[in-house]
């Protein structure tokens, strides 16, 4: 019987297709990685512009463990900013979203606007001389928008131009969200939390071959067939496949819940290290923030979008279609998070590792590209982890 190869210390790991166990289900290895890669060289997305459109607007997430706020301030200008206040660290907001001009911290009553400023600080006549006030301001990430998506980084020394970044895959994010030509609108969102390592969730939710579906086979969805590229030095990589327009079959009573409005006959995602996925399939547009709680557990926010020049109809059919095809209990999706707990329960407490196979033994030399239900992409991804993280 063929068995993985057994990895006997993680100083031998060399071979970027085959995961030691210990890297989803080792506390040592994720607090590591909470600095080297959650605080290191990434351009986390952080926000939509289509999800604080308007000056004043705020949400909060997290990213790795850090708590962030992202504002749209008056001058329109989208920030990001650590959510501690700079008295003693308190979190100034836990709202998942909203509109404010002034964010006021509810320990000690210091203020601050939306450009992270201090505008005041009772008592502060008592503060030390040296207290300076535009100088305890809210500590800022250095943010890029990108194709209207907001992205931060802990490490600007070391994180490259986010063209350079993301090279090609820049492409695919480009197409799905409105080829920088359509704004976004938002629809909703959608949070679940799989009982997983957050890579399990990015190994396996990214893409993977269709027979897992039952979904893909009743409906008569066309995979496999389009096209995976990996690029940049972070490991992320895109995909663009063209969409068979569902033939009815009379499996589903209401089949313009599957339909293509419209000419979207191409799709698109991008799969954005460490924790993010987008994927803009038949009408359905989303965005997969991913955070890591503990080394077996990843919540997921799904937020939905549509095209600000949608008609109403249309804005309706795709939140029909968004949740009810790829959202976390969508039945496309259904069976992925019953598999991410599997591959999570089935790696902790033995010893072996996890296999990247299908096609490596027919990818071109770097393995940035590949067919579509290939393994090939992925190993991009863990040889720039190796190094990052000192194996
Ligand atoms: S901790 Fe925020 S004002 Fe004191
Ligand atoms: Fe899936």
């Known amino acids: 019987m063929n068995q993985p190869t057994e990895v006997s210390s993680l100083a031998a790991w060399s071979d970027s297709t085959k ?13 590591l990685e909470m600095e080297r890669i959650f605080r290191g060289p990434f351009w986390h997305p952080v926000a939509l512009v289509a999800e604080i459109p308007t000056p004043n607007d705020f949400k909060t997430l997290t990213v790795g463990e850090t708590p962030v706020l992202v504002t749209h301030s008056e001058d329109g200008q989208c920030r990001a900013f650590i959510n501690a206040c ?46 300076c006030k535009s100088e305890s301001g809210l500590k800022e990430l250095k943010t890029v928008n990108f194709y209207g998506v907001i992205f931060a980084t802990f490490d600007p020394d070391n994180t490259p131009p986010i063209e350079v970044y993301f090279g090609r895959v820049g492409d695919a994010l480009k197409s799905c969200v409105g080829d920088g030509t359509r704004p976004l609108k938002l629809l909703g969102y959608q949070k679940v939390v799989f009982n997983c ?18 979904a893909f086979r009743l409906l008569n969805f066309q995979g496999g067939k389009g096209e995976l590229f990996a690029d940049g030095p972070a490991g992320n990589w895109g995909m663009a496949y063209a ?4 033939k009815d079959n009379g499996f589903l009573s209401d089949p313009e819940l599957v339909e293509v409005k419209g000419d ?38 799904y937020g939905y979008y549509g095209y600000e020049d949608d008609s109403p109809e249309m804005l309706k059919h795709r939140v029909r279609q968004s949740s009810n095809l790829l959202g976390p209990s969508g039945f496309v999706s259904i069976e992925d998070g019953s598999v991410f707990d599997r591959c999570q329960k089935g790696v902790t407490g033995g010893v072996g590792t996890m296999n990247f196979v299908k096609g490596i033994g027919t990818a071109v030399p770097d393995r940035k590209t590949s067919a579509q239900n290939d393994e090939t992409v992925s190993t991009v991804w863990w040889s720039e982890y190796k190094q990052l993280m000192g194996y």
């Open 197 to 214: 390592n957050w890579k399990v969730y990015m190994d396996n939710d990214g893409y993977h071959a269709g027979l897992l579906h039952t």
């Open 19 to 31: 995961i030691p166990y210990e890297f989803y289900t080792d506390p040592e290895i994720y607090q």
């Open 264 to 301: 979207e006959t191409t799709a698109a995602g991008a799969l954005i290290r460490p924790v993010t996925q987008v994927v803009r399939h038949f009408n359905s547009i989303n965005f997969r923030f991913g955070r890591p709680l503990g080394v077996d557990k990843t919540e997921v926010h």
């Open 86 to 131: 700079a008295h003693r660290g308190v979190q100034l907001t836990v709202a998942p979203r909203g509109s404010a001009k002034r964010f006021t911290c509810p320990y000690h009553r210091w203020v601050f606007a939306t450009d992270g400023s201090l505008l005041g600080a009772p008592g502060d006549e008592t503060f030390p001389a040296a207290f």
């Open 243 to 246: 969409v068979e327009r569902y």
